[in-house]
């Protein structure tokens, strides 16, 4: 068998394997790279993992209640070991799907460290430390999806047990009684959410004035106030200073002379791309200063024929970034004129309780970029079908650009908070990046009861027009 391919993709995670399928879907003769396992971050220790492990917090709150529905039961316990048995049946299940649907589109797997050894005309990697053996492999393209691991902070050494990053958390156990999450963006808050409803007693220290930046105010107040009331201590603008063990507990130290003591520290200040292994500094693919891969907006590098992916590059660190990059990047090999990725309005969906998803600018945001701004706000309180489940908490927002005769015209931005928001967005984000006015997206008929009657009605209001509002 040759080992000369079309294009080697070195990493084998969602940038990597979206990659591989859409290029081998168009005919290319594609190898796929992984040190790992298929899948990546967001499969084995990122995405699947975390919300499975939130799902389980929802299932405990709803037994919790569900003597408001007329179904008594005992007070629930979890056995936090068979929470991480079914976790991994599904993670098990997922990497077998992944590798039949390579294997199906004819992708070459290489098990193991690929390093790049020429970028030239013809580009090579040299592959080892895996059940691959010792491989060389050439290629004209080469896609680098290499991907991420976690930020730590000076001082604060990752154990395994008193503390973590996101990789063990989702590997422990059992559940600490008290836990100091460092970092109150998207996955610190995740942890805070699915922790406390499990029983631990949280504290969050985020060095940003609110929790989980990036997000309208408005909704991130609402996800702020609904940890408060379930027991999270929220501390923002604070920086974490040192620790040091107390009586056999961590005694976190931060802001101006204050303190915690918990038996776990969590360290979720986000992930560092990891281009380490790759030795692309001797082949003259650059990395700049933070370790990214400079790419410019359709994924190329600098080099011709080689293209970067992923968490390996200074784009949002999601899963569906990478896939949607993967598929530029083919493209691009492909000689086509892929249209780029439009980072402003990618989907964003945050799986804590309540529940977080947007697209497009916030308020502030769209302000900042010169709109002339008008939104509509409506809460879940009011929703015949949050009503039913029980879950009222939350609200949608509409940011509309204001025309010219003081009306409502082109939708910018969606937030939403609530119950299963994130299932809800798809019409938000096609409207934005359908350029859609209100005006056109108020004349759809939204289903009967349901949540996303919700965001109907946002925007029906913003024609003057609203029905309930």
Not at 15 to 31: F, V
Not at 126 to 145: K, Y
Not at 268 to 292: K, M, N, T, Y
Request: glycine share 14%; hydrophobic share 45%.
């Amino acid at each position: 068998m040759s080992n000369h391919f079309d294009v080697v993709v070195v990493g084998g995670g969602p940038a990597g394997y979206a990659s591989a399928l859409y290029g081998a879907a168009a005919g290319l003769n594609i190898a796929l790279v992984e040190k790992s396992k298929l899948g990546g971050t967001c499969l084995h220790v990122g995405c699947i993992p975390a919300k499975e492990l939130l799902e389980t917090a929802a299932v405990y709150r709803t037994v919790q209640h569900a003597s408001a529905f007329g179904v008594n039961t005992a007070e629930p316990t979890v056995d936090f070991g068979v929470t991480q048995v079914r976790k991994q049946g599904v993670i098990d299940n997922l990497t077998k799907g992944l590798a039949g649907l390579l294997k199906h589109r004819k992708v070459t797997v290489f098990d193991g460290v690929g390093v790049v050894t020429s970028a030239g005309d013809v580009k090579g990697v040299s592959i080892s430390g895996g059940e691959s053996g010792d491989v060389a492999v050439t290629a004209d393209n080469l896609i680098i999806a290499a991907g991420s691991v976690p930020r730590t902070i000076p001082g604060f050494d990752v154990d395994g047990t008193s503390i973590v990053t996101s990789d063990e958390l989702l590997a422990v156990q059992e559940l600490p009684k008290r836990a100091a999450v460092i970092g109150g963006g998207a996955i610190g808050i995740e942890f805070a959410s699915m922790m406390a409803d499990l029983g631990t007693e949280v504290t969050v220290l985020e060095a940003m004035p609110k929790i989980i930046p990036g997000v309208d105010p408005d909704a991130a107040r609402i996800v702020e106030r609904s940890l408060k009331k379930r027991g999270v201590n929220i501390r923002t603008g604070v920086m974490v200073s040192g620790h040091e063990t107390v009586d056999g507990a961590k005694r976190v130290s931060f802001g101006d002379g204050e303190s915690v003591d918990v038996d776990m520290i969590v360290l979720s200040i986000g992930r560092r791309p990891f281009a380490d292994l790759l030795g692309l500094d001797a082949v003259g693919v650059p990395v700049d200063e933070r370790g990214f891969v400079p790419v410019d907006e359709a994924c190329r590098t600098s080099v011709p024929g080689v293209w970067a992916v992923g968490d390996v590059i200074a784009t949002a660190q999601l899963a569906h970034i990478g896939f949607a990059e993967g598929m530029v990047a083919i493209r691009g090999v492909l000689g086509e004129d892929p249209q780029p990725v439009d980072y402003l309005n990618v989907p964003w969906c945050i799986y804590c309780h309540p529940e977080v998803a947007f697209a497009g600018h916030t308020e502030e945001s769209a302000k900042e970029a010169g709109f002339d701004v008008v939104t509509s706000t409506h809460k879940f309180a009011g929703n015949g079908r949050a009503m039913i489940v029980g879950e009222t908490e939350g609200l949608v927002k509409v940011i509309a650009e204001k025309t010219p005769d003081g009306r409502a015209g082109r939708m910018l931005g969606v937030h939403m908070v609530g119950p299963w928001v994130t299932e809800q967005l798809g019409q938000g984000y096609m409207a934005i990046n359908w350029e859609a006015t209100v005006d056109e997206v108020a004349a759809f008929i939204q289903p009967h009861p349901t949540m996303s009657e919700l965001y109907g009605e946002t925007v029906m209001a913003l024609t003057g027009r609203a029905l309930h509002g």
